[in-house]
């Protein structure tokens, strides 16, 4: 599958090493970045609750076709009261526990959420396009899985099926991100993908969830600040490493304001971004940055690395400047066991 990915092999194979030590020995059965529902303030909990339940809800109405009867998908909205559910999440300050639960939250509240909610305030309005409703079932089916690699207590039921062997494959990324019209809130953008290897990435859901976590704050990062509205995902394999993985690239243009910001903060060093602390707004002001760093951790857990500062400092995530474009990249180990 081919997407013009603009940076040519030979960039792409300098962007880090190849020695990526494999240091993990256990299956993959749990994401470090995941935290108890109970661990989580008392108020936020049944919030979190209900919108896993309301999720649960409209994924069900779905029929073997991916298909649904959009009036009652209005009504059950109406019902569920989704707006103000919506409201409450977004009201969650990220700032009220620590790190760690912070990062669980960010992605609770982020993952495909954010292009759901929008997709659901579209199709209330009616503004529905044919590749919408496919669109809403791929986005929902993620971010209850999402859900439950950051809180595998919310529903352990389901949990438990995440982590039965199951092979999931390159064609499960490409069915929702090669060419995708992908809509946030605060931006939009045309997603390509130029995936090099067309094989297994990961042996259990719980492991391609963890993955689905890292895409999706990568690309929801490159979606909101693309100076063109458009988002290049590249997917090669390196299997010259110590252990085969998968070097996974996504890279969109910036503006010179952009950039000037970045390297006043950064330098030339831009993977420091992956340890958090910043975000580029027009008006310059920064925000917490926490994707970037959700993004080192799991990569970290993936690889059985001490934490995400490992995995910055030995090329295992990154990001750097390459032309007019920001180029962040990440590993992640081929059906690890």
């Avoid at 059950?76 to 977004?90: A, G, M, P």
């Avoid at 390297?263 to 060093?269: M, T």
């Amino acid at each position: 599958m081919s997407g013009a990915f603009p940076l040519s092999d030979e960039t792409v194979k300098a962007l880090a090493p190849c020695n990526l030590p494999f240091l993990r020995h256990d299956p993959f059965t749990r994401s470090r970045s995941s935290a108890s529902i109970h661990d989580l303030p008392e108020a936020i909990q049944g919030t979190v609750q209900r919108l896993y339940q309301v999720l649960l809800t409209i994924f069900a109405e779905f029929d073997q076709q991916r298909q649904i009867d959009l009036n009652h998908l209005r009504r059950l909205l109406q019902e569920t009261h989704w707006d103000e559910l919506i409201h409450e999440l977004r009201a969650i300050s990220l700032c009220q526990a620590d790190a760690h639960l912070s990062q669980v939250l960010h992605d609770l509240r982020g993952g495909s959420l954010q292009a759901l909610a929008l997709q659901l305030q579209l199709i209330e309005l009616g503004q529905v396009r044919p590749d919408d409703i496919e669109r809403m079932y791929l986005l929902i089916r993620d971010h209850l899985k999402i859900m439950r690699n950051c809180l595998p207590d919310l529903d352990p039921v389901r949990t438990a099926r995440d982590i039965e062997l199951r092979a999931h494959g390159v064609d499960l990324l490409l069915e929702k991100w090669h060419r995708a019209d992908y809509r946030l809130p605060d931006g939009q953008a045309n997603i390509t993908v130029d995936a090099r290897y067309n094989g297994v990435v990961a042996d259990r859901c719980v492991e391609f969830s963890a993955l689905d976590r890292v895409f999706y704050n990568l690309i929801n990062n490159a979606t909101r600040h693309s100076a063109d509205r458009q988002v290049m995902v590249g997917i090669f394999p390196i299997f010259e490493c110590e252990t085969p993985s998968l070097r996974i690239v996504v890279a969109n243009r910036i503006d010179p304001l952009q950039r000037s910001a970045l390297e006043q903060r950064f330098g030339l060093q831009w993977s420091d971004l992956f340890y958090g602390g910043f975000t580029f707004s027009s008006d310059g002001r920064s925000g917490h940055g926490f994707g970037l760093a959700i993004c080192a951790e799991l990569v970290a857990n993936a690889y059985g690395l001490p934490n995400g500062s490992a995995a910055i400092g030995g090329g295992y995530v990154g990001a750097r400047p390459h032309g007019d474009l920001f180029v962040a990249w990440f590993h992640w180990p081929i059906a690890a066991p």
